[in-house]
């Protein structure tokens, strides 16, 4: 029963930022009920066995055919009932579905009405095509991503798609849901990647505003130009991470790999970084990643181990927080934040498409009759679970 237990979420199924959005709302408690198109029996959102797409888990799923009025009309009856809807369609689709903001604030005037796009609703190129790594290059982000020799370089899709898009959706609409409190009135949250990922700049922008950061990659204090900020390849072809930014973090860095007995320049003398940084491998890879570890762990450095993902889950700081967990043998990260009291959990494994049609239905007030007059029309499917 986690912060947001009796919250309803309609959620019409969408790929990346919509479904991890619905994610972070199920783990805290969030009743989520997902809408997907009518799709052959028993198959994942991918086709495939449910339990890999992660971002799926904790609701349930329904199929209903949105070309078919009783099926957008069973929707809007979700509508009625629901806190909140979140839709990840390109602008004037969902008008199109019959299932636009005026039309769902007109069957329930406090829902909060949550929309994700890559540029917005509006604008010039608000219609076109696009992905994570396309809205993070006009908001500034990929190109101050990279080294100075490589060129701009995708931090993945997490900027974009997570960082940018799901939780501006998911704060967005949790800022709308508490201004209804007390307003009774629902509205309209536009979010785009676009902006929040601009936003998740803010600090940057008021470095290069103040001339402190430089539009050239690579030269900066946290782009790898500075020695102190940045990864080591260790001495067995592993790497380690240093982030020895304040004078005290770095007087200890310097301590405890030896370096302090080296005559290096200052620490902020800018044109003395490229050197220095040909020291910092030389050392590094004088030990391995564990033997850095042996000495720097749990300092004052600002250091940790660079793990992969294979890794990362069993390192004891995670296993010692259950900051992963395991859902249908897939180990993934678990819910964040923890809380004191109302404790946030993974509600239950990713669902088949379409596999909760009736029993979420009926959750939602639907009685057998209706449901099996809409299974009949073939406004609703109900599916099989995947059998692997």
């Avoid at 101050?144 to 490589?150: F, L, P, Q, V």
């Avoid at 020695?227 to 973090?249: A, R, W």
Wanted: hydrophobic residues 35%; aromatic residues 8%.
């Amino acid at each position: 029963m986690g912060p947001l237990a009796g919250m309803k979420i309609v959620e019409l199924a969408g790929i990346g930022p919509v479904p991890f959005c619905s994610t972070l709302l199920s783990d805290m408690g969030a009743q989520v009920i997902r809408v997907d198109r009518t799709a052959p029996s028993g198959l994942g959102i991918s086709g495939k066995n449910p339990a890999f797409d992660v971002l799926g888990r904790g609701r349930k799923s329904i199929s209903v055919d949105l070309k078919n009025p009783e099926g957008v009309e069973a929707v809007l009856r979700l509508v009625e009932q629901a806190d909140a809807i979140v839709e990840g369609f390109r602008p004037g689709v969902a008008e199109r579905l019959g299932l636009g903001p005026d039309v769902c604030l007109a069957r329930n005037e406090k829902i909060v009405y949550g929309r994700m796009t890559g540029w917005g609703q509006d604008g010039p190129v608000s219609h076109a095509a696009g992905h994570d790594i396309n809205y993070i290059a006009l908001s500034g982000v990929l190109y101050s991503c990279g080294t100075k020799d490589s060129g701009p370089v995708p931090p993945l899709n997490l900027t974009g798609d997570f960082g940018g898009g799901a939780m501006f959706l998911a704060f967005g609409v949790m800022a709308a849901l508490w201004e209804a409190q007390r307003s009774g009135k629902g509205q309209v949250v536009d979010t785009s990647m676009l902006e929040g990922s601009a936003y998740l700049m803010l600090p940057i922008y008021g470095m290069h505003g103040s001339g402190f950061w430089s539009d050239e990659r690579g030269t900066n204090i946290l782009d790898t130009g500075a020695p102190f900020y940045g990864t080591y390849e260790t001495k067995d072809g592993k790497h380690v991470s240093i982030g020895s930014i304040e004078p005290k973090f770095y007087d200890e860095l310097m301590q405890k790999t030896g370096m302090d007995k080296m005559n290096l320049p200052a620490q902020m003398d800018r044109e003395t970084w490229p050197d220095v940084i040909e020291t910092y491998k030389g050392v590094f890879k004088t030990k391995t990643r564990d033997e850095w570890c042996e000495i720097m762990e749990g300092s004052d450095i600002c250091f940790a181990p660079v793990l992969s993902m294979t890794e990362a889950p069993s390192h004891p700081q995670n296993v010692a927080r259950d900051s992963f967990v395991e859902v249908m043998g897939v180990t993934q990260p678990g819910p964040a934040p923890k809380f004191s009291r109302t404790e946030a959990a993974v509600q239950g494994p990713p669902p088949s498409l379409g596999q909760d049609t009736e029993v979420g239905l009926s959750e939602w007030g639907f009685s057998k009759d209706e449901i099996s007059a809409l299974v009949a029309n073939g406004a609703v499917v109900q599916t099989a679970p995947y059998e692997g």
